[in-house]
């Protein structure tokens, strides 16, 4: 990572690494210059998005993890003392700024609480700030497409497994068309990571469907016990010139 050009997190929910594999990303197979697989702190998005931004394990207790007063410095923090400006663009309920106070100079939230179109919402956002003025800037975009009910079409949702894999692939192609997008309007130099944040099951081979961690209802166990849930990906992408 450079501490010259302005870098960008676009964090695709829920996406785990087979999927992205099986998914058609013809943006990223033209643009990365590097695809791996990577791990996840968590199975589900608070915890592993602290992960990121403060690097902190998730095993912490609870009120240090959310403390606005844990003594390392986040990623925002240390990028700052570089002359960055930290942005944060998000869909997610969960990653908010009550959550991460003071971490970012500013944070966004598509508080219309539904996926259709958010995506759009997110990329105008980022593009009106962007364009503000020439100061370095560290971007994290978490984009909902990829979490079911994947485009907030819950009644189209199939039912099998499979079928919502090959729903949540058609998203993954979608959040690959909104990366050109951003990809167009940033700066040569900048570098883009592409990742998920966490994994997520499907309940044909999986057992049960999801990430949720907690007993159901019904006394099935969670989405725990497959390291599916923690088998996720990073892209990296430098715009040339």
Do not use: C
């Amino acid at each position: 990572m450079s501490l010259k050009n302005d870098i960008i997190f676009f964090v695709m929910d829920s996406v785990r690494y087979d999927q992205f594999e099986k998914a058609r990303t013809p943006n990223i197979n033209e643009l990365a210059i590097e695809i791996q697989k990577s791990y996840s702190t968590s199975t589900w998005t608070l915890p592993s998005m602290h992960s990121i931004i403060r690097g902190i394990i998730p095993s912490i207790p609870k009120k240090t993890l959310f403390s606005e007063h844990v003594l390392y410095k986040t990623l925002p923090e240390k990028l700052k003392e570089y002359d960055y400006e930290s942005y944060a663009y998000s869909a997610n309920p969960v990653f908010i700024e009550k959550y991460f106070k003071g971490i970012f100079d500013k944070f966004w939230y598509d508080h219309t609480k539904t996926t259709v179109d958010s995506a759009n919402r997110l990329i105008r956002q980022f593009s009106n700030d962007y364009n503000e003025n020439g100061e370095l800037k560290f971007a994290v975009m978490l984009f909902m497409e990829t979490h079911h009910p994947y485009f907030g079409k819950p009644k189209s949702m199939p039912r099998t497994g499979e079928g919502r894999k090959e729903f949540q692939r058609d998203a993954i192609t979608y959040l690959d068309e909104k990366l050109k997008e951003i990809y167009d309007i940033v700066k040569i130099g900048t570098e883009l990571y592409v990742f998920s944040d966490h994994g997520e099951l499907f309940n044909d081979e999986d057992i049960v469907f999801g990430h949720d961690p907690r007993v159901r209802k019904d006394g099935r166990p969670g989405a725990i016990g497959s390291m599916k849930l923690m088998e996720v990906f990073t892209v990296k992408i430098i715009k040339g010139g």
